[in-house]
Each structure stands twice: as structure tokens, then as C-alpha cells.
């Protein structure tokens, strides 16, 4: 876990986003949500397919509930979080570095060191 | 609606429903949730197998979510609200007097009565 230290020297809530940064990052992120989104779309296309049990539609329920919750919570556009939202698409491999280019390498770098933590 | 006074002319609390008519009560009841749950489920997946975008993923959820609430609430069976539950049932289509043959004569009048209110 980096120390409060660490992310103290980050200041990413002072980081300056150039209009092209922000059109790199909107794309990134949408990217991950749509591909998230989808995945979760298949599943439960499949999942439900396959119940057989009425008592199982609620397992359905639940899950697209945390589903939901977890896509709710995770995707969170705000430029003084998007650092580390981005490093967690990396670490849940949504996203990779590739698909970050155009954004500073200096923002990219502190990207990939919070995604290693 | 029924008064008041129709209501506590019914004393249903302290009706005695014998083996036989438990039976038929408990058969009707299961009867009729295994239909509603059985219609719940392939309305379910009829409508996630037509879906297209991820966001209509959410209806389908509130849409499970409220049937689960409303069966929760429905299906209760105790002997003291049993003769409601039933009345209820017949009144949405659920069950027809006939399939409450086996319960005590004086009971389905009751029954009915609630169910044409």
C-alpha cells in the first residue's frame, strides 16, 4: 500500500488535464465500461438461460445487484480520482496501458505505480 | 370493501381448519406460488434473452426485484390470514374455487366474499 506520504506527493487533485488528455481518458474509460458492462450483459444472458429452478432467478437478482453496485462504485469519472480508477482497471486487467496512451507519461507513470501496489 | 364490521364478523383467527382442509389449503397455496414463480422465470428470460444494451439489464433487475417483494408479501401462510391469501389469489386469477375443494363450505363463502369485494 503506498504511505499517506506517497499519496500526498501525488497532488493528483492539483494534476492539469490537457483538452487532448481528456479526450484520451473519456475514451479509455468508456471503453472499460462498455467491455464491462457487456461482459455482464453475456453472463447473465447465459446464467439465466440455463436456471431451470424459479428459486434461482433470485441468485440472478442478486448478483446483478453487486453487479450494479460494483459498476456503480467503480467507475467514477471525477479527474481528482480517475488516477487511481484507471489504476484499478489495470489491476482487474479491464484496461491495459495501451489503451491509456495519450495521456502524460508523468500521469501515466503514477497510474502504474498505484496499479502495483 | 368489507366494514369494519364485516370484518370482525368473519373472526378468522379462530377458525379451526381440519387435517384434511390443511391439505387442500397447503396444495392450493403451493399450486399457485409454483405457477407464479414458473411465470416469474420465463418472463425472465424472455425479456434478457431480447435485450440489447447492458442498461436494460437494470430493468430486468428492478423488474425481479419487485417480483420477489410482491411474492415475498403475497404468499403467507398463516391460518389467520389464509382465507385473504386465498381471496386474493382467486380475485388476480391465481386460483379458481375449484382448486380449494377439500376446504370447508362456510370457509370458501367467506373466501369468495373477500375475493368479490
Known amino acids: 500500500m503506498p504511505s499517506t506520504q ?12 490537457s483538452q487532448a488528455e481528456k479526450i484520451a481518458a473519456r475514451r479509455a474509460f468508456e471503453q472499460a465500461l462498455h467491455q464491462d458492462l457487456d461482459t455482464v450483459m ?17 441468485d440472478i437478482e442478486d448478483w446483478l ?22 489504476a484499478g482497471m489495470i489491476r482487474s486487467g ?8 495519450g495521456i502524460d507519461p508523468a500521469k501515466l507513470d503514477i497510474i502504474r505505480r498505484i496499479a502495483s501496489y
Open 6 to 17: 506517497d499519496i500526498e506527493s501525488i497532488h493528483m487533485r492539483d494534476w492539469r488535464w
Open 94 to 101: 479491464r484496461l491495459t496501458e495501451n489503451d491509456l496512451h
Open 42 to 58: 453475456r453472463t447473465a444472458k447465459e446464467r439465466i438461460a440455463q436456471i431451470t429452478k424459479p428459486a434461482e432467478l433470485w
Open 65 to 86: 445487484g453487486d453487479q450494479r453496485r460494483r459498476i456503480d462504485r467503480d467507475y467514477d469519472y471525477r479527474y481528482s480520482v480517475l488516477p487511481i480508477v484507471f
